[in-house]
């Protein structure tokens, strides 16, 4: 995964193994980490948030 500030949903849906509808049926949902949509219409998430997300996964399932 690239060490960057903002993760592509590419760079996440390789990170966990998922088909990219996957990630959309989870946003859908609302079981995504939050995204923010750039002006040209692609979506980002922060490094950040993402890792914030995978950790509230981990405690949940405690």
């Known amino acids: 995964m690239p060490k960057g500030e903002k993760l592509t949903i590419a760079d996440i849906c390789e990170d966990l193994d998922i088909d990219r509808s996957t990630f959309y049926d989870w946003r859908q949902?609302?079981?995504a980490p939050k995204c923010m949509k750039l002006p040209n219409?692609?979506?980002r998430v922060r490094r950040a948030e993402y890792d914030r997300w995978l950790a509230s996964l981990e405690e949940a399932s405690r």
Request: aromatic residues 0%.
């Open 41 to 43: 219409g692609t979506l």
């Open 29 to 31: 949902k609302g079981r």
